[in-house]
């Protein structure tokens, strides 16, 4: 059983610029969540996806999107990047249904110059 | 917006000693988790606790949940430098929905 993987993790982006990261499920989840945590904070939801429809959403503007593959893998896209986008993007799995924790990933280190 | 605040915000013990973390929160839940962060990476699932349960153990760790206070706390016994990490209370108000975080709090065992 693998674990949630996120790619990349780490990145320096420019202010203007797009960014995609990228996450794997763990094994038999199908359901995935990203939370963006910026340095001394916990983490903020940003949204969930189950059956590739987002199914839920925090306080973020549009130009924060996702996707969510057959395969239950993820995408988050961050267009328009502004330096307040620094932090650690953390993906999460879980199962629909089922009440326990989540797994999370290692996080993407995502710096904003 | 942080639904749990955790109390205190850094605690420092010697190894050997116990560790008690608080966790209050403000609107109803279905269950309440507890997660570990070492270095600012990713954040690893401890324990959960359900709205209608009021204690629970796992090993080293023994969490109490209040619904009438709203508050939690998470007690970790004989504490080694291993734990040293950040915590991090989690709320889910519903099934198959966002955990919504405090702050965290920062412990430091020290050998």
């Known amino acids: 059983e693998t674990g949630v993987t996120q790619s990349p993790t780490h990145l320096i982006k420019t202010r203007g610029q797009q960014v995609t990261l990228r996450c794997s499920s763990q094994?038999?989840?199908?359901?995935v969540s990203w939370y963006q945590q910026a340095l001394g904070q916990g983490p903020q939801f940003i949204f969930q996806?189950?059956?590739?429809?987002?199914?839920g959403r925090g306080n973020f503007p549009p130009r924060f999107s996702g996707l969510q593959f057959p395969n239950y893998s993820s995408e988050l896209n961050v267009n328009a990047l502004e330096l307040d986008d620094s932090a650690l993007y953390l993906c999460a799995s879980s199962l629909a249904g089922r009440e326990y924790g989540y797994t999370f990933g290692s996080g993407t280190r995502l710096t904003v110059v | 917006s942080q639904q749990g605040e955790e109390d205190p915000q850094a605690l420092s013990i010697q190894e050997g000693e116990n560790a008690t973390m608080n966790c209050s929160y403000k609107t109803s839940i279905n269950n309440l988790q507890w997660y570990r962060q070492n270095s600012g990476r990713g954040l690893v699932h401890l324990i959960l606790i359900r709205s209608n349960e009021r204690e629970k153990h796992s090993g080293r760790l023994r969490v109490t949940l209040d619904t009438s206070k709203k508050s939690s706390s998470l007690l970790i016994t004989a504490s080694r430098a291993a734990d040293t990490a950040s915590y991090f209370c989690?709320?889910?108000?519903?099934?198959?929905?966002?955990?919504?975080f405090g702050k965290g709090i920062t412990l430091s065992v020290r050998p």
């Open positions: 989690a709320t889910v108000p519903g099934a198959n929905s966002k955990l919504t």
């Open positions: 094994s038999g989840h199908n359901t």
């Open positions: 996806y189950y059956r590739e429809e987002e199914n």
